[in-house]
């Protein structure tokens, strides 16, 4: 069922008639990503005025009011709910699909073939809805696509050191169903952009244009993320900000790579603004710091003295922290579309992370 949700303030009436209204669709809006994205693409449409696209918000749950503030539509309903996706279809001209919506890695292990089903099912219908719109209206669609370094997988932890840094194209042997969703997902990109409907007579040509990126840890100051295995990172610094011990479920010496939030949102505004031609590849790794949950900790503790952190390794999710890369290569992602990090692990805190958070907390 396609359920319109009492809108914010900014705009809130449904379309009417028969004109479609150029949109912007984003899924999986009341996450993590949704809250960052939905921000940023909000500022955008207050420069471009009336000429921009409206923004049309979908999640499984209602929105919080500050996310629906950022949009002009918003709608609960079901990624997997195919007749919800064709009635959006008939109401909106969607130039542009960010699909964040997602079962995470921790909590995908509880229900693998749930999570296949959301994560590769939900997919599809979101990429066969784009090239739907393209088919339709005439032009393509941009499509963007949050991978993970969960799509990598090595096999033991010493194999984790000797890899060190590694490429888009190397150790893809996903240990957890997200990973393997999220690797599938970006073959699925690949597919309807250049090789969909190859047989059919009446095909449309790239009918999308799809864009990826392989995200670390992503470290938020406004949320705590839920479901996922590198939480145990912003988990710390909320835990010790709101005054509460945390018990992390990873070993001292876990390293996987992770970044902030704000860098997050600005690679994706990166990667959609890049002219197609300079464009080598669909999926791009990023990279900002790598510490370990040791270094994290003595941050954290030196930051909010007192904090109460203990180590309680969890076998199963250290497994699948041990099988992500410590670090990533992000050299494709500079050279193509100038991506760079704006922080260290100390200035993330400095900077961004504490300032924030004390205000949270406050
Ligand atoms: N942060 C995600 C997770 O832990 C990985 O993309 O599941």
Redesign the pocket.
Known sequence: MLSPQAHGTHHPHAPTGVQRKAAILVTGAGGEMGHGLLTMLRAHAEVAGDDAPAIVAMDIRELAPEIRECCDHTYVGDICDRAMLERLLAMYEIGEVYHLAAL???RGEFAPETAHHVNVGGTINMLHLAAEQARTHGRTVKFFFPS???AYGMASVAAKRAAGTVGEDEHLDPHTM?GCNKLEGEHLGRYYEFHYRKLAKDRTERPIDFRSIR?P??ISAETV?S?????YGPEMIHAAAAGKPYRCFVRPDSRIPFMTMPEAIDAIVRLMAAPKASLSRSTYNVASFSPSAADFAALVQSTFPGAEISFEPDAGRQSIIDSWPESCDDSAARRDWGWSPSHTLETAFREYLVPRIRERYA
């Open positions: 995470l890695s921790t993970s370094i969960a997200y995200f840890g992503i993320p479901g996922g295995t590198s939480d």
